[in-house]
């Protein structure tokens, strides 16, 4: 039965990885965009941002659909095909909105993947919902990695147009194998996409004061994230003056940490609980974050990277606890709930990208302070809110 129920980890784990891999791509495609557009710090910015806030559209529909679609097999497949395709028409973008539009609807379709693969996931192991979200967000971390190094790589090369069609192939490839694997994923007797009873007890269990603390929380958590890792690339090229390849190289390996926390994280979350594992890592990014101004002003360019693999690293291996967290305060709809949870990350947290921009345009020091800030939101929020797992014995 454990067999079976890990049956879904590596081509779960595949499926992320290709479907994510251009999205990551796009944070070190962007300084070569801004420099061919013309485009200043906020600019970029605001086209990471649109580009998050576009995904985030298409995470609670998928929630919902998690829950109700019988065949789910064949909306997983066709992830793949709204990525690659969609990715593909945003390389022939002439101007910044028609680029950043498509880009958004290219997003939607990466945005699908994760509540439909997760939900299955969660549902197949409810007992080790910490470790199955964080083995499949292995997938979504390596291609957080691999995707700026190629992409790094391919810049120093060719234009990021050129370097955006030859990213998206693993992805089209993946879909090709998933018209196999979507076999394999159980049909589930087909419910309602959402009753009238159903949402209003989501939504009381959503705006009650536990409730509302649990989306500040996921929301702060992600916005300080998103406003480290949107301007990483520009700040190491830009500030440091690397070269595209040493950007995207030093980029991926801070993402790389974190591929290796989240399972690890998640599994020491469902054991000892998620409020000790989540504090640790945001506490921890915190001070990382409030350090590399002053390691700036003493010129310590590899200590910079070393504190910022570390912090990075930390607040990507938390989130999937945050994700089994929220699944576990519903209690149930685990598709509808990750979709909503998505949509909170994403969504509010994509603003991280704005704010980061915005501070960059002052001072590429500020981004930092900034992110450091957020982070102690996040932990005082976390300090403040009830978590389901809390409540129960762990065993080591």
């Known amino acids: ?22 999205p990551c791509s796009v944070v070190v495609l962007a300084p070569s965009i801004a420099l061919e557009m013309g485009l200043k710090p906020m600019e970029v910015g605001l086209l990471l941002t649109l580009h998050t806030l576009g995904s985030a559209l298409g995470f609670f529909p998928a929630g919902l659909l998690a829950d109700s679609a019988r065949n789910r097999g064949n909306l997983l497949m066709l992830t793949f095909w709204w990525v690659g395709l969609g990715y593909l028409l945003a390389s022939w973008a002439q101007g910044f909105w028609s680029l950043a539009i498509l880009f958004a609807l290219a997003g939607c379709g990466d945005a699908a993947w994760h509540p439909l693969a997760t939900a299955i996931l969660v549902k197949s192991d409810p007992q080790n919902r910490g470790q199955a979200l964080g083995f499949h967000a292995v997938g979504g971390t390596l291609s957080a990695v691999i995707g700026p190094v190629i992409a790094g790589i391919m810049l120093a090369s060719m234009d990021w147009r050129k370097t955006l069609h030859w990213i998206i192939l693993p992805t089209l490839i993946v879909g090709v194998l998933f018209l196999k694997i979507r076999k394999l994923v159980p049909e589930q007797s087909h419910r309602k996409v959402i009753s009238k009873e159903k949402f209003q007890h989501l939504w009381k269990s959503w705006t009650k004061k536990n409730g509302l603390l649990i989306i500040c929380l996921m929301s702060s958590y992600h916005m300080s994230l998103v406003a480290l890792i949107s301007m990483i690339p520009l700040y190491l090229r830009e500030f440091h003056e690397l070269s595209s390849a040493k950007t995207g190289l030093a980029f991926g390996m801070m993402i790389l940490s974190g591929a290796f926390m989240q399972p690890l994280m998640g599994r020491l ?3 000892v609980g998620r409020r000790r594992v989540i504090v640790f890592g945001i506490a ?5 974050a409030f350090f590399i101004p002053f390691l700036e002003s003493l010129g310590l360019l590899l200590m910079i990277i070393i504190f910022l ?5 930390l607040l990507e291996g938390i989130r999937s606890s945050l994700l089994a967290a929220a699944v576990e305060y519903t209690g149930g709809r685990e598709g509808t709930t990750l979709g909503f949870a998505y949509t909170l990350m994403d969504g509010i947290g994509a603003f991280g990208a704005l704010i980061a921009g915005w501070a ?3 001072q590429f020091s500020h981004v930092f302070v900034l992110a450091g800030i957020i982070c102690t939101f996040s932990l005082i929020f976390c300090f403040s809110v009830s978590l389901s797992s809390d409540n129960v014995t762990h065993t080591a």
């Not at 879904?8 to 595949?14: G, R």
């Not at 921890?284 to 990382?288: D, E, L, N, W």
């Open 1 to 22: 039965m454990k067999n079976s129920r890990r049956s879904f980890y590596l081509p779960f784990t595949l499926g992320h990885f290709a479907n994510d891999l251009v």
């Open 284 to 288: 921890t990014s915190a001070v990382c």
């Open 360 to 362: 960059a345009g002052i």
């Open 269 to 271: 979350s469902d054991r």
């Open 309 to 313: 693999l570390v912090g990075v690293g």
